[in-house]
């Protein structure tokens, strides 16, 4: 199975500030990524899908990019309904499989 | 909106069977490849099973091949897992989740249930 990283595991920030997640997977995946948002309590979200892909709807403050074994989420304005877990989760390879996760709080 | 409701979960014990549900609705469901995912309680995000829109193909996490079984009625637009011989380590939340196309390679999964709770315990 394709071993997915996160990095940070999780991080406090401002309101407004950028925040950028790393994900890496164990071997190349092309752009086969999608990035999650799970809020407390709540199912996972969809945020982005083949690594750079805005699904409709979410705000634009959102963004994805990489290809192959490197990937990076960012916020470029973090708000405070932002507060959540994201995980990445690669989808070339069977069995998909998700990144531990990235708890972001406010400072 | 697309619907996806969970239920069947509940309190089990070591050994023991339950079978899960999801109804799905607002989307034509024999379209999409289907799948469920869980996560145990504090944990991470773990795939279990996936089955294409029609139906006749599979696949599953080493976890639970063999104890598992994906299945889905597409006259009644529900998809179904029935789990056996589970294990204190199944305890999680299960989410049902629905994939953009008929197949499960390289697709995503585009939207979720609010998911069921499974607990084994004695």
């Known amino acids: 199975d394709i071993q997915m990283t996160q990095s940070p595991s999780s991080l406090s920030a401002s309101v407004g500030d950028r925040v950028t997640i790393t994900c890496q997977a164990s071997q190349h995946i092309n752009n086969y990524l999608t990035w999650f948002q799970q809020k407390p309590g709540k199912a996972p979200q969809l945020l982005i899908y083949d690594a750079s892909n805005l699904k409709t709807g979410v705000p634009s403050r959102f963004s994805g990019s990489g290809s192959g074994t490197d990937f990076t989420f960012t916020i470029s304005s973090l708000q405070p309904e932002d507060i959540a877990t994201y995980y990445c989760?690669?989808?070339?390879?069977?069995?998909?499989?998700f990144g531990p996760g990235t708890k972001v709080d406010i400072k | 909106e697309v619907q996806l409701l969970e239920s069947g979960g509940g309190l089990v014990q070591p050994g023991g069977s339950l079978r899960l549900s999801c109804a799905a609705s607002e989307f034509t469901f024999s379209n999409h490849a289907m799948s469920w995912v869980r996560q145990a309680p504090g944990k991470g995000l773990e795939w279990v099973s996936a089955?294409?829109?029609?139906?006749?193909?599979?696949y599953y996490a080493d976890s639970v091949k063999g104890r598992f079984t994906i299945s889905r009625d597409n006259s009644k637009n529900t998809l179904y897992l029935q789990m056996n011989s589970l294990r204190a380590e199944d305890t999680a939340v299960y989410y049902c989740?629905?994939?953009?196309?008929?197949?499960?390679?390289?697709?995503?999964?585009?939207?979720w249930g609010q998911g069921t709770l499974v607990t084994v315990s004695s």
């Open positions: 989740a629905k994939y953009d196309s008929s197949s499960y390679y390289y697709s995503t999964l585009e939207n």
């Open positions: 989760q690669q989808y070339n390879n069977l069995p998909p499989t």
């Open positions: 089955t294409t829109g029609s139906g006749g193909s599979t």
